[in-house]
Protein backbone atom coordinates (compact mmCIF):
# COMPACT_ATOMS: atom_id res chain seq x y z
CA UNK A 1 0.00 0.00 0.00
CA UNK A 2 2.80 2.32 0.97
CA UNK A 3 4.48 1.76 -2.17
CA UNK A 4 2.08 3.23 -4.16
CA UNK A 5 1.78 6.44 -2.08
CA UNK A 6 5.27 7.25 -1.69
CA UNK A 7 7.75 6.66 -4.66
CA UNK A 8 10.73 8.05 -3.17
CA UNK A 9 12.67 4.97 -1.13
CA UNK A 10 13.70 7.64 1.34
CA UNK A 11 9.71 8.99 2.18
CA UNK A 12 8.62 4.88 1.88
CA UNK A 13 11.13 3.35 4.23
CA UNK A 14 10.55 5.16 7.58
CA UNK A 15 6.73 3.92 7.23
CA UNK A 16 7.72 0.33 6.57
CA UNK A 17 10.64 0.12 9.77
CA UNK A 18 7.79 1.54 12.25
CA UNK A 19 5.47 -0.93 13.95
CA UNK A 20 2.29 -1.78 13.54
CA UNK A 21 2.78 -1.63 9.86
CA UNK A 22 -0.29 -3.92 8.92
CA UNK A 23 -2.48 -2.12 10.95
CA UNK A 24 -1.33 1.27 9.66
CA UNK A 25 -1.69 -0.12 6.20
CA UNK A 26 -5.30 -1.64 6.62
CA UNK A 27 -6.10 2.16 7.79
CA UNK A 28 -4.60 4.02 4.95
CA UNK A 29 -6.44 1.64 2.52
CA UNK A 30 -10.30 2.55 4.35
CA UNK A 31 -8.98 6.37 4.20
CA UNK A 32 -8.56 5.44 0.02
CA UNK A 33 -11.18 3.34 -0.28
CA UNK A 34 -13.40 5.97 0.67
CA UNK A 35 -12.40 8.36 -2.24
CA UNK A 36 -9.56 10.39 -0.65
CA UNK A 37 -6.59 11.64 -3.24
CA UNK A 38 -3.21 11.02 -2.80
CA UNK A 39 -2.14 13.55 -1.02
CA UNK A 40 -4.44 13.17 1.86
CA UNK A 41 -3.66 9.50 1.90
CA UNK A 42 0.07 10.24 2.77
CA UNK A 43 -0.77 12.84 5.32
CA UNK A 44 -2.89 10.17 7.08
CA UNK A 45 0.46 7.92 6.85
CA UNK A 46 2.04 10.89 8.34
CA UNK A 47 -0.11 11.03 11.43
CA UNK A 48 0.05 7.38 12.07
CA UNK A 49 3.78 7.29 11.69
CA UNK A 50 4.40 10.11 14.10
CA UNK A 51 1.78 8.39 16.67
CA UNK A 52 3.41 5.15 16.86
CA UNK A 53 6.89 6.98 17.18
CA UNK A 54 5.93 9.41 19.99
CA UNK A 55 3.49 6.65 21.98
CA UNK A 56 6.30 4.00 21.80
CA UNK A 57 4.20 1.62 19.88
CA UNK A 58 5.50 -1.74 19.62
CA UNK A 59 3.88 -4.79 17.44
CA UNK A 60 2.26 -7.39 19.40
CA UNK A 61 1.77 -5.24 22.42
CA UNK A 62 -1.91 -3.85 22.69
CA UNK A 63 -1.91 -2.23 25.89
CA UNK A 64 -4.35 0.65 26.18
CA UNK A 65 -2.60 4.24 25.53
CA UNK A 66 -3.66 6.78 27.86
CA UNK A 67 -6.09 9.79 26.80
CA UNK A 68 -3.85 12.41 28.43
CA UNK A 69 -0.70 10.79 26.53
CA UNK A 70 -2.11 10.90 22.95
CA UNK A 71 -3.08 14.80 23.97
CA UNK A 72 0.33 15.90 24.44
CA UNK A 73 0.97 14.10 21.48
CA UNK A 74 -1.14 16.26 19.48
CA UNK A 75 0.63 18.91 20.91
CA UNK A 76 4.22 17.75 20.58
CA UNK A 77 2.88 17.30 16.50
CA UNK A 78 2.15 21.12 16.37
CA UNK A 79 5.33 21.87 17.87
CA UNK A 80 7.62 19.97 15.15
CA UNK A 81 5.74 21.53 12.77
CA UNK A 82 5.96 25.08 14.13
CA UNK A 83 9.92 24.37 14.29
CA UNK A 84 10.10 22.77 10.57
CA UNK A 85 12.21 24.50 7.82
CA UNK A 86 9.18 24.18 5.47
CA UNK A 87 6.67 25.37 7.72
CA UNK A 88 8.38 28.59 8.89
CA UNK A 89 5.22 30.98 8.24
CA UNK A 90 2.33 28.90 10.15
CA UNK A 91 0.86 30.66 12.46
CA UNK A 92 1.29 29.19 16.26
CA UNK A 93 -2.42 30.03 16.54
CA UNK A 94 -3.90 28.18 13.27
CA UNK A 95 -2.49 24.96 12.91
CA UNK A 96 -5.25 23.19 10.64
CA UNK A 97 -3.26 19.43 10.84
CA UNK A 98 -3.37 19.53 14.53
CA UNK A 99 -7.01 18.47 15.16
CA UNK A 100 -6.64 15.81 12.14
CA UNK A 101 -3.68 14.27 12.94
CA UNK A 102 -5.43 13.73 16.88
CA UNK A 103 -8.80 12.69 15.35
CA UNK A 104 -7.47 10.15 13.29
CA UNK A 105 -5.27 8.93 15.54
CA UNK A 106 -7.62 8.25 18.07
CA UNK A 107 -9.85 6.77 15.39
CA UNK A 108 -6.64 4.17 14.13
CA UNK A 109 -6.00 3.43 17.94
CA UNK A 110 -9.49 3.06 18.86
CA UNK A 111 -10.17 0.60 16.74
CA UNK A 112 -7.34 -1.44 17.73
CA UNK A 113 -9.10 -1.36 21.41
CA UNK A 114 -5.84 0.39 22.11
CA UNK A 115 -7.38 3.19 24.44
CA UNK A 116 -8.44 3.77 27.98
CA UNK A 117 -11.87 2.12 28.66
CA UNK A 118 -13.15 5.57 29.59
CA UNK A 119 -13.14 6.30 25.61
CA UNK A 120 -16.15 4.55 25.25
CA UNK A 121 -17.45 3.90 28.62
CA UNK A 122 -21.72 4.87 27.94
CA UNK A 123 -22.10 6.08 31.37
CA UNK A 124 -19.84 9.03 31.55
CA UNK A 125 -22.25 11.67 30.55
CA UNK A 126 -19.43 13.80 28.35
CA UNK A 127 -19.14 10.20 25.61
CA UNK A 128 -23.06 11.01 25.72
CA UNK A 129 -23.05 15.06 24.85
CA UNK A 130 -19.79 14.99 22.63
CA UNK A 131 -19.44 12.87 19.70
CA UNK A 132 -16.53 14.15 17.57
CA UNK A 133 -13.11 12.38 18.70
CA UNK A 134 -11.16 15.43 19.11
CA UNK A 135 -13.26 17.11 21.61
CA UNK A 136 -13.87 13.91 23.25
CA UNK A 137 -10.21 13.48 23.95
CA UNK A 138 -10.15 16.76 24.58
CA UNK A 139 -12.77 16.75 27.38
CA UNK A 140 -11.52 13.28 28.88
CA UNK A 141 -7.80 14.24 29.08
CA UNK A 142 -8.32 17.45 31.12
CA UNK A 143 -7.65 17.43 34.63
CA UNK A 144 -10.37 16.70 37.39
CA UNK A 145 -12.35 14.67 35.15
CA UNK A 146 -14.53 12.90 38.24
CA UNK A 147 -15.06 16.65 39.85
CA UNK A 148 -16.13 17.96 36.09
CA UNK A 149 -18.78 14.73 35.56
CA UNK A 150 -20.02 14.97 38.38
CA UNK A 151 -21.56 18.44 38.16
CA UNK A 152 -22.29 17.71 34.87
CA UNK A 153 -24.23 14.89 36.02
CA UNK A 154 -25.90 16.69 38.26
CA UNK A 155 -27.06 19.14 35.65
CA UNK A 156 -28.26 16.52 33.60
CA UNK A 157 -30.24 14.91 36.27
CA UNK A 158 -31.65 18.73 37.53
CA UNK A 159 -33.47 18.62 33.90
CA UNK A 160 -30.72 20.73 31.66
CA UNK A 161 -30.71 20.41 28.58
CA UNK A 162 -27.78 18.65 26.49
CA UNK A 163 -26.56 22.65 25.07
CA UNK A 164 -26.67 23.82 28.36
CA UNK A 165 -24.79 21.04 29.43
CA UNK A 166 -22.24 21.18 26.92
CA UNK A 167 -21.49 24.73 27.29
CA UNK A 168 -20.99 24.20 30.83
CA UNK A 169 -18.32 21.23 30.25
CA UNK A 170 -16.46 24.30 27.38
CA UNK A 171 -16.41 26.79 30.42
CA UNK A 172 -15.01 24.22 32.68
CA UNK A 173 -12.00 23.62 30.62
CA UNK A 174 -12.08 27.86 30.42
CA UNK A 175 -12.16 28.01 34.38
CA UNK A 176 -9.57 25.68 34.49
CA UNK A 177 -7.50 27.19 32.63
CA UNK A 178 -7.47 30.99 33.78
CA UNK A 179 -7.61 29.25 37.30
CA UNK A 180 -4.65 27.73 36.53
CA UNK A 181 -6.50 24.40 38.39
CA UNK A 182 -4.53 20.87 38.00
CA UNK A 183 -5.36 19.29 41.09
CA UNK A 184 -8.21 19.64 43.37
CA UNK A 185 -7.50 22.47 46.01
CA UNK A 186 -9.19 25.94 47.45
CA UNK A 187 -10.32 28.51 45.27
CA UNK A 188 -11.21 31.67 46.89
CA UNK A 189 -14.11 34.43 45.44
CA UNK A 190 -11.69 36.64 44.80
CA UNK A 191 -9.38 34.36 42.83
CA UNK A 192 -12.33 33.47 40.77
CA UNK A 193 -12.54 37.26 40.03
CA UNK A 194 -9.69 38.15 39.00
CA UNK A 195 -9.01 35.28 36.83
CA UNK A 196 -12.61 36.80 34.89
CA UNK A 197 -10.69 39.86 34.46
CA UNK A 198 -7.81 37.92 32.48
CA UNK A 199 -9.84 36.43 30.88
CA UNK A 200 -12.37 38.60 29.50
CA UNK A 201 -8.74 40.83 28.64
CA UNK A 202 -7.51 38.40 26.13
CA UNK A 203 -7.91 39.46 22.91
CA UNK A 204 -10.13 37.39 20.98
CA UNK A 205 -11.78 40.11 18.29
CA UNK A 206 -15.33 39.62 18.35
CA UNK A 207 -15.58 36.42 20.48
CA UNK A 208 -18.89 36.29 22.58
CA UNK A 209 -16.24 35.97 25.44
CA UNK A 210 -16.27 39.48 25.81
CA UNK A 211 -20.34 40.28 26.00
CA UNK A 212 -21.83 40.05 29.33
CA UNK A 213 -23.61 37.13 28.82
CA UNK A 214 -20.30 35.16 28.25
CA UNK A 215 -19.13 36.75 31.63
CA UNK A 216 -22.33 35.90 33.54
CA UNK A 217 -21.81 32.32 31.92
CA UNK A 218 -18.25 32.58 33.25
CA UNK A 219 -19.10 33.28 36.64
CA UNK A 220 -21.96 31.03 37.11
CA UNK A 221 -20.21 28.16 36.13
CA UNK A 222 -17.25 28.42 37.98
CA UNK A 223 -19.01 29.40 41.35
CA UNK A 224 -21.72 26.90 40.79
CA UNK A 225 -19.52 23.81 39.53
CA UNK A 226 -16.43 24.74 42.64
CA UNK A 227 -19.24 24.81 44.85
CA UNK A 228 -20.64 21.65 43.66
CA UNK A 229 -17.10 19.61 44.34
CA UNK A 230 -16.22 21.66 47.53
CA UNK A 231 -13.30 23.81 46.42
CA UNK A 232 -15.11 27.07 46.64
CA UNK A 233 -13.57 28.47 49.79
CA UNK A 234 -16.35 31.14 51.28
CA UNK A 235 -14.92 34.91 52.03
CA UNK A 236 -17.75 35.04 54.65
CA UNK A 237 -18.05 38.90 55.96
CA UNK A 238 -16.49 40.06 59.47
CA UNK A 239 -19.09 39.09 62.47
CA UNK A 240 -17.99 41.15 65.60
CA UNK A 241 -18.66 38.57 68.55
CA UNK A 242 -19.99 35.88 66.05
CA UNK A 243 -19.33 32.80 68.33
CA UNK A 244 -21.49 34.37 71.12
CA UNK A 245 -24.28 34.92 68.56
CA UNK A 246 -23.97 31.66 67.42
CA UNK A 247 -24.43 30.13 70.87
CA UNK A 248 -27.37 32.25 71.62
CA UNK A 249 -28.76 31.52 68.12
CA UNK A 250 -28.32 27.58 68.77
CA UNK A 251 -29.73 28.31 72.38
CA UNK A 252 -32.94 29.43 70.77
CA UNK A 253 -33.50 26.23 68.80
CA UNK A 254 -32.83 23.97 71.60
CA UNK A 255 -34.46 26.02 74.69
CA UNK A 256 -37.19 28.36 73.20
CA UNK A 257 -38.11 26.13 69.74
CA UNK A 258 -37.83 29.04 67.90
CA UNK A 259 -38.42 28.18 64.03
CA UNK A 260 -35.71 28.23 61.82
CA UNK A 261 -37.05 31.64 59.93
CA UNK A 262 -37.27 33.33 62.98
CA UNK A 263 -33.67 32.47 64.32
CA UNK A 264 -31.88 33.29 60.54
CA UNK A 265 -33.92 36.91 60.97
CA UNK A 266 -32.44 37.59 64.46
CA UNK A 267 -29.12 36.07 64.09
CA UNK A 268 -29.08 38.55 60.47
CA UNK A 269 -30.11 41.44 62.95
CA UNK A 270 -27.21 40.60 65.52
CA UNK A 271 -24.42 40.58 62.97
CA UNK A 272 -25.59 44.34 62.12
CA UNK A 273 -26.37 45.28 65.70
CA UNK A 274 -22.65 44.27 66.27
CA UNK A 275 -20.84 45.36 63.24
CA UNK A 276 -22.89 49.00 64.09
CA UNK A 277 -22.04 49.37 67.31
CA UNK A 278 -18.68 47.56 67.64
CA UNK A 279 -16.76 48.43 64.88
CA UNK A 280 -14.83 51.06 67.39
CA UNK A 281 -15.40 48.85 70.54
CA UNK A 282 -13.97 45.68 71.97
CA UNK A 283 -16.91 43.72 73.42
CA UNK A 284 -20.25 43.31 74.26
CA UNK A 285 -19.43 44.58 78.26
CA UNK A 286 -18.62 47.89 76.20
CA UNK A 287 -21.74 48.54 74.66
CA UNK A 288 -23.61 50.96 76.59
CA UNK A 289 -27.78 52.00 76.75
CA UNK A 290 -26.61 55.07 74.29
CA UNK A 291 -24.77 52.94 71.98
CA UNK A 292 -28.29 50.97 71.79
CA UNK A 293 -30.50 53.61 71.39
CA UNK A 294 -28.03 55.73 68.60
CA UNK A 295 -28.34 52.08 66.96
CA UNK A 296 -32.19 52.51 66.78
CA UNK A 297 -32.49 55.76 65.67
CA UNK A 298 -30.23 54.95 63.05
CA UNK A 299 -32.49 51.72 61.58
CA UNK A 300 -35.51 54.27 61.85
CA UNK A 301 -34.02 57.12 59.44
CA UNK A 302 -33.19 54.60 57.47
CA UNK A 303 -37.00 53.62 57.05
CA UNK A 304 -37.81 51.49 59.35
CA UNK A 305 -41.20 51.52 60.61
CA UNK A 306 -42.52 51.32 64.38
CA UNK A 307 -43.42 47.75 64.16
CA UNK A 308 -39.67 46.99 62.74
CA UNK A 309 -37.94 48.90 64.97
CA UNK A 310 -40.25 47.06 67.64
CA UNK A 311 -39.55 43.16 66.61
CA UNK A 312 -35.59 44.72 66.37
CA UNK A 313 -36.36 46.01 70.11
CA UNK A 314 -37.16 42.31 71.05
CA UNK A 315 -34.62 40.52 69.51
CA UNK A 316 -31.77 42.89 71.22
CA UNK A 317 -33.29 42.81 75.21
CA UNK A 318 -33.75 38.74 74.88
CA UNK A 319 -29.95 38.83 73.45
CA UNK A 320 -28.81 41.28 76.26
CA UNK A 321 -30.68 39.01 78.94
CA UNK A 322 -29.21 35.91 77.71
CA UNK A 323 -25.31 37.88 77.79
CA UNK A 324 -26.05 38.88 81.30
CA UNK A 325 -26.84 35.54 82.46
CA UNK A 326 -23.79 33.87 80.49
CA UNK A 327 -22.13 36.66 82.55
CA UNK A 328 -20.83 38.61 78.98
CA UNK A 329 -21.95 41.34 79.87
CA UNK A 330 -21.34 43.39 83.78
CA UNK A 331 -24.81 44.74 83.55
CA UNK A 332 -28.49 43.78 81.79
CA UNK A 333 -28.62 46.05 79.52
CA UNK A 334 -32.39 44.53 78.08
CA UNK A 335 -33.59 46.50 80.66
CA UNK A 336 -32.25 49.69 79.19
CA UNK A 337 -33.63 49.01 75.41
CA UNK A 338 -37.51 50.47 75.06
CA UNK A 339 -39.35 50.61 71.77
CA UNK A 340 -41.66 52.42 70.48
CA UNK A 341 -45.59 52.24 72.04
CA UNK A 342 -47.56 50.06 69.97
CA UNK A 343 -51.69 49.84 70.03
CA UNK A 344 -54.06 46.65 69.76
CA UNK A 345 -55.61 46.24 66.90
CA UNK A 346 -53.84 49.75 65.44
CA UNK A 347 -53.30 48.65 62.05
CA UNK A 348 -56.33 47.20 59.75
CA UNK A 349 -55.55 44.59 58.19
CA UNK A 350 -55.40 45.18 54.24
CA UNK A 351 -58.10 43.13 52.28
CA UNK A 352 -58.86 43.68 48.68
CA UNK A 353 -62.85 43.68 47.83
CA UNK A 354 -64.08 39.60 46.72
CA UNK A 355 -65.06 40.51 42.98
CA UNK A 356 -61.25 42.17 42.83
CA UNK A 357 -59.84 38.67 44.64
CA UNK A 358 -61.97 36.56 41.65
CA UNK A 359 -60.20 38.92 38.75
CA UNK A 360 -57.02 38.17 40.10
CA UNK A 361 -57.67 34.25 40.40
CA UNK A 362 -58.90 34.87 36.98
CA UNK A 363 -55.51 36.53 35.52
CA UNK A 364 -53.76 32.80 35.30
CA UNK A 365 -56.87 31.54 33.74
CA UNK A 366 -54.89 30.06 30.87
CA UNK A 367 -53.56 27.01 29.22
CA UNK A 368 -49.18 27.78 29.43
CA UNK A 369 -47.68 25.81 31.93
CA UNK A 370 -46.63 28.63 34.17
CA UNK A 371 -50.55 30.14 33.91
CA UNK A 372 -51.90 26.37 35.20
CA UNK A 373 -49.09 26.67 37.91
CA UNK A 374 -49.72 29.95 39.22
CA UNK A 375 -53.85 29.66 38.73
CA UNK A 376 -54.03 26.58 41.02
CA UNK A 377 -51.82 28.94 43.80
CA UNK A 378 -53.74 31.58 43.48
CA UNK A 379 -56.94 29.66 44.81
CA UNK A 380 -54.89 27.95 47.55
CA UNK A 381 -54.34 31.76 48.79
CA UNK A 382 -57.77 32.55 47.55
CA UNK A 383 -59.85 29.87 49.23
CA UNK A 384 -58.16 28.59 52.28
CA UNK A 385 -56.12 32.17 53.32
CA UNK A 386 -52.80 29.89 53.32
CA UNK A 387 -49.92 31.73 54.66
CA UNK A 388 -47.12 31.86 51.05
CA UNK A 389 -45.05 29.93 53.18
CA UNK A 390 -47.53 27.01 53.85
CA UNK A 391 -47.96 26.79 50.04
CA UNK A 392 -44.09 26.72 49.41
CA UNK A 393 -43.90 23.82 51.71
CA UNK A 394 -47.01 21.68 50.66
CA UNK A 395 -45.73 18.40 49.63
CA UNK A 396 -47.19 15.61 47.70
CA UNK A 397 -48.33 13.16 50.62
CA UNK A 398 -50.20 16.07 51.69
CA UNK A 399 -53.14 15.77 49.03
CA UNK A 400 -55.46 12.94 50.15
CA UNK A 401 -56.76 12.05 46.98
CA UNK A 402 -59.13 9.39 47.90
CA UNK A 403 -60.71 11.48 50.67
CA UNK A 404 -60.64 14.47 48.93
CA UNK A 405 -58.66 16.65 51.51
CA UNK A 406 -55.41 18.60 51.89
CA UNK A 407 -53.47 19.11 54.92
CA UNK A 408 -51.70 22.21 55.78
CA UNK A 409 -48.63 21.99 58.13
CA UNK A 410 -49.56 25.67 60.32
CA UNK A 411 -45.89 26.92 60.74
CA UNK A 412 -46.72 29.93 63.46
CA UNK A 413 -49.07 27.56 65.42
CA UNK A 414 -46.67 24.62 64.99
CA UNK A 415 -49.27 21.59 63.97
CA UNK A 416 -51.21 20.38 61.41
CA UNK A 417 -54.63 20.90 59.69
CA UNK A 418 -56.90 19.17 57.57
CA UNK A 419 -59.17 20.95 54.94
CA UNK A 420 -61.81 19.77 52.46
CA UNK A 421 -60.77 20.15 49.14
CA UNK A 422 -62.46 22.55 47.08
CA UNK A 423 -63.41 21.17 43.51
CA UNK A 424 -62.50 23.94 42.09
CA UNK A 425 -58.92 23.81 43.65
CA UNK A 426 -58.78 20.60 43.59
CA UNK A 427 -58.77 20.12 39.61
CA UNK A 428 -56.84 23.40 38.99
CA UNK A 429 -53.99 21.26 41.06
CA UNK A 430 -54.45 18.33 38.94
CA UNK A 431 -54.13 19.81 35.50
CA UNK A 432 -51.08 20.89 37.20
CA UNK A 433 -49.97 17.79 38.14
CA UNK A 434 -50.84 15.98 34.99
CA UNK A 435 -49.90 18.79 32.43
CA UNK A 436 -46.80 20.82 33.79
CA UNK A 437 -44.81 19.65 36.65
CA UNK A 438 -41.27 17.37 36.19
CA UNK A 439 -43.07 14.45 38.03
CA UNK A 440 -39.57 12.79 36.78
CA UNK A 441 -37.99 15.19 39.38
CA UNK A 442 -37.38 13.54 42.79
CA UNK A 443 -38.58 17.10 44.58
CA UNK A 444 -41.50 15.51 46.76
CA UNK A 445 -42.84 19.74 46.98
CA UNK A 446 -46.40 20.26 45.13
CA UNK A 447 -45.26 23.74 42.96
CA UNK A 448 -41.62 23.37 41.58
CA UNK A 449 -39.76 26.20 39.15
CA UNK A 450 -40.45 26.11 35.60
CA UNK A 451 -36.95 26.00 34.18
CA UNK A 452 -33.96 23.78 35.72
CA UNK A 453 -32.97 23.13 38.33
CA UNK A 454 -36.35 21.99 39.31
CA UNK A 455 -37.40 22.47 42.78
CA UNK A 456 -39.86 23.77 45.38
CA UNK A 457 -40.43 27.51 44.98
CA UNK A 458 -40.16 29.95 47.32
CA UNK A 459 -42.11 32.48 49.43
CA UNK A 460 -40.41 34.99 47.00
CA UNK A 461 -41.76 33.19 43.62
CA UNK A 462 -45.20 33.46 45.07
CA UNK A 463 -45.31 36.94 46.30
CA UNK A 464 -44.33 37.86 42.47
CA UNK A 465 -47.14 35.66 41.53
CA UNK A 466 -49.78 38.00 43.26
CA UNK A 467 -47.75 41.19 42.23
CA UNK A 468 -48.07 40.49 38.91
CA UNK A 469 -51.65 39.59 38.88
CA UNK A 470 -52.38 43.33 40.60
CA UNK A 471 -50.00 44.67 38.40
CA UNK A 472 -51.20 43.69 35.03
CA UNK A 473 -55.08 43.91 36.13
CA UNK A 474 -54.89 47.06 37.00
CA UNK A 475 -55.79 47.34 40.79
CA UNK A 476 -53.47 49.47 43.01
CA UNK A 477 -53.01 48.00 46.61
CA UNK A 478 -51.08 49.16 49.63
CA UNK A 479 -49.66 44.98 49.99
CA UNK A 480 -49.19 43.33 46.47
CA UNK A 481 -48.51 40.04 48.30
CA UNK A 482 -49.59 36.64 49.11
CA UNK A 483 -50.96 37.90 52.50
CA UNK A 484 -53.78 40.21 50.89
CA UNK A 485 -55.13 37.35 49.73
CA UNK A 486 -55.37 35.80 53.08
CA UNK A 487 -56.65 38.88 54.72
CA UNK A 488 -59.51 38.82 51.62
CA UNK A 489 -60.48 35.59 52.66
CA UNK A 490 -60.87 36.01 56.25
CA UNK A 491 -62.83 39.06 55.67
CA UNK A 492 -65.03 37.30 53.35
CA UNK A 493 -65.28 34.45 56.29
CA UNK A 494 -66.02 37.15 59.14
CA UNK A 495 -68.75 39.22 56.44
CA UNK A 496 -70.09 36.11 55.60
CA UNK A 497 -71.28 35.33 59.31
CA UNK A 498 -69.13 32.87 60.82
CA UNK A 499 -67.95 32.79 64.35
CA UNK A 500 -64.52 34.08 65.41
CA UNK A 501 -63.28 30.48 66.16
CA UNK A 502 -64.60 29.18 63.12
CA UNK A 503 -62.19 32.12 61.11
CA UNK A 504 -59.33 31.39 63.61
CA UNK A 505 -59.25 27.63 63.11
CA UNK A 506 -59.08 27.90 59.52
CA UNK A 507 -56.57 30.61 59.47
CA UNK A 508 -54.79 28.61 61.73
CA UNK A 509 -54.41 31.69 64.69
CA UNK A 510 -53.02 30.61 67.95
CA UNK A 511 -55.29 33.06 69.63
CA UNK A 512 -58.62 34.37 68.31
CA UNK A 513 -56.87 38.03 69.62
CA UNK A 514 -55.42 37.85 66.06
CA UNK A 515 -58.94 36.87 64.41
CA UNK A 516 -60.43 39.50 66.03
CA UNK A 517 -58.63 42.60 63.99
CA UNK A 518 -61.00 41.18 60.70
CA UNK A 519 -64.48 42.51 62.26
CA UNK A 520 -63.02 45.90 61.89
CA UNK A 521 -63.84 44.89 58.40
CA UNK A 522 -66.95 43.86 58.85
CA UNK A 523 -68.78 46.20 57.01
CA UNK A 524 -71.99 45.12 56.85
CA UNK A 525 -72.47 44.20 60.78
CA UNK A 526 -70.65 47.56 61.52
CA UNK A 527 -72.98 49.57 59.24
CA UNK A 528 -76.12 48.10 61.20
CA UNK A 529 -74.09 49.36 64.47
CA UNK A 530 -73.94 52.82 63.17
CA UNK A 531 -77.84 52.89 62.47
CA UNK A 532 -78.96 51.63 65.48
CA UNK A 533 -80.91 53.88 67.67
CA UNK A 534 -78.90 54.63 70.72
CA UNK A 535 -81.37 57.30 72.34
CA UNK A 536 -82.32 55.91 75.99
CA UNK A 537 -79.72 53.48 76.68
CA UNK A 538 -77.68 55.69 78.74
Not at 35 to 47: F, I, K, S
Not at 387 to 411: C, F, P, Q, S, Y
Request: with cysteine; charged share 25%.
Amino acid sequence: MFDKIYLKDSNLRPHLEAPLLKERIRFVSSIAERGYCLRYQQMVAEYLLFAVRHLGLKDNDHTPIALVAIWEMGHAFHKARLSSKKRKNLSPDVDTKFKDQMCYTVTWLNGLNMLENIYNDSQNILNRLITESYYKLKHLSAPLLAERVSYLQYLYDSGYCHATIREAAEKQLVVMEMLNLVNFRPVSVSEINTALVRWDSIDRGNHRAHAPKGRRTFRTIAFNWLRHTGMLVAEEAVVFESAKIDEYCQWLFNEKGLADGTISERKVELARMTNHILSNKKSLDAISPVDIDEYLGQRSKNGCSRYTISNIVTCLRDFFHYAYICRWTETDLSRSIHGPRLFSHERLPYAPDWDIVKKLVAYYDGDNGTAIRNHAIMLLLATYGLRTGEIADMRLGDIDWDNDTIVVNHKKRGRSMRYPLSPEAGNAIVRYLQEVRQNECKDRHVFLTMSAPYHGITRCIIYNIVANAYKNTGFSAKHYGGHSLRHACASKLVNSGHSLKCVSDVLGHRSMESTRAYTKLDIANLSVVAEMNWEGLI
